[in-house]
């Protein structure tokens, strides 16, 4: 079973599909989706679930019928029999060198990280033309600018913030936690420009850039599920 036939099943067993194609005003590509871009520790899980909890409390476009993608995906990929990573890996977002991902595939036998990554962009393409989801991470932003009605969220903060929240989360001492926070943020960087040779803190490639160090996430997500009501007015 390749990835997207897994992810076919996957969209299927969560009535997605049943619920995004069978209606006749709102075709699929049609629908909002939201990407969220974050610095390491700036909220971005944090934020994804309280715009959930938002648009169901507003009952906007069927608010829970909106899905949350990150973890989900990395573990479609794990599961695909034709790619050999493990979870671990995959949500580490550790982006590796040539040379060090040589040493992965030839040493410890797994995938490319190249066949992975452009798993993931598929996955993450598809997921976006269904809409109603939330992809965090993983150049969603850049993976599915061709879309219609999507929304692009950056968020940043400063790193003693960033800092606090990465020790709370992982139980990090302070040293360990700013160590995290600069290999993370640079694996991103090096992503993104690798794929897209794009500048992951261009602010153009963003709708909005929020600074979670002075900005609740509860305020942040009001104000994106004002922007995806905004985009169904477009869309209807």
Known sequence: MTSLTHLQSFLEMHNYHKKHCERPNLQRGHYPFVTISRETGAGGHALAEAVIKQL?????????????????????????????????????EE???????MFQELICGESSQDAVIKKIFKIFHML???????????????????????????????????????RQLLKLDEKHAREL???????????????????????LDYDVTWNTGGISVDLIAENVVSLIQHRMKAVL
């Open 56 to 92: 169901k409390k507003s009952q906007v476009n069927e608010g829970e019928d909106w899905r949350v993608f990150d973890q989900e995906v990395c573990r479609m990929v794990v599961e695909d029999p034709t790619v050999k990573v493990s979870l671990e890996r995959m949500l580490s």
């Open 95 to 101: 982006y590796h060198s040539q040379i060090e991902d």
């Open 128 to 166: 976006a033309h269904f809409g109603k989801v939330i992809l965090v991470g993983r150049a969603g932003h850049l993976v599915t600018r061709d879309l219609p009605y999507g929304i692009h969220i950056r968020l940043i903060a400063p790193e003693d913030k960033r800092a606090v929240r990465m």
């Open 181 to 203: 926070i600069r290999q993370q943020d640079r694996s991103r960087q090096r992503l993104v420009k690798t794929y897209f040779n794009h500048d992951i803190e261009n602010p």
